[in-house]
């Protein structure tokens, strides 16, 4: 059973960059018949994708966060990572991270982590 | 970037009735539409892939419909346990995009 952990900070100042982890065990990132994507959610509202990489390193990011954004994978480590730099209030959200299928659709998510933009 | 829409927002049903979302896209996104579940202070969970293929584990009261830009999904005898909030998500173009929701509610 695949399963998949975020991990990093939980306040972020205004400004700065926002780090996350997705650990994933039960599949291995190496294996490149997927691919691993974020996705946010600010509070009571709706999903919005931010990126994906592939095992290869390759990215697609939301063109609404490209500017911003840099996802990585780690195959030694199992795990794939986000950065999002200057981060403002409006930033805060719950983040998850998903096995994205044949790079379409996300069968298997995190848990999420509540990352709050804040000084 | 294509805009899906769901309507209604919220629907306000009783255990037993058949529930029917819908979910249109802004342009033809073919087949490659998904739909989830998320239940509160959970992470959505994949019931329907290519609008209408059930994912593992799904009960057979979750089917989906559709193509092109209009979609459906029906719940046929709504549960205890389905009231919740069902996102759809096309894949069929950069950057991927989700819907706004609806939500399943207890009448």
């Known amino acids: 059973q695949v399963q998949l952990q975020e991990s990093g900070p939980r306040l972020v100042k205004p400004s700065q960059t926002l780090s996350l982890t997705c650990t994933v065990s039960?599949?291995?990132?190496?294996?490149?018949?997927?691919?691993w994507s974020w996705i946010r959610q600010p509070a009571g509202q709706g999903l919005e994708w931010i990126g994906r990489?592939?095992?290869?390193?390759?990215?697609n990011y939301n063109p609404s966060l490209k500017s911003r954004v840099t996802i990585s994978v780690d195959t030694s480590k199992n795990h794939f990572s986000l950065k999002l730099s200057s981060v403002t209030a409006a930033d805060t959200a719950v983040y998850y991270c998903?096995?994205?299928?044949?790079?379409?659709?996300?069968?298997?998510w995190g848990q999420g982590t509540l990352v709050t933009v804040s000084s | 970037e294509i805009v899906m829409t769901q309507s209604p927002a919220t629907l306000s049903v009783s255990p037993g009735e058949r529930v029917t979302l819908s979910c249109r896209a802004s342009q033809s996104v073919s087949g490659n539409l998904a739909w989830y579940q998320q239940k509160p202070g959970q992470a959505p969970s994949l019931l329907i892939y290519g609008a209408s293929t059930r994912a593992t584990g799904i009960p057979a009261r979750f089917s989906g419909s559709g193509s092109g830009t209009e979609f459906t999904l029906t719940i046929s005898s709504l549960q205890s346990e389905d009231f919740a909030v069902y996102y759809c998500q096309q894949y069929n173009n950069w950057p991927r995009t989700f819907g706004q929701g609806t939500k399943v509610e207890i009448k």
């Open positions: 039960g599949d291995s990132i190496r294996s490149g018949t997927e691919y």
């Open positions: 998903a096995k994205c299928v044949g790079g379409w659709y996300f069968d298997h």
């Open positions: 990489v592939y095992t290869t390193g390759t990215t």
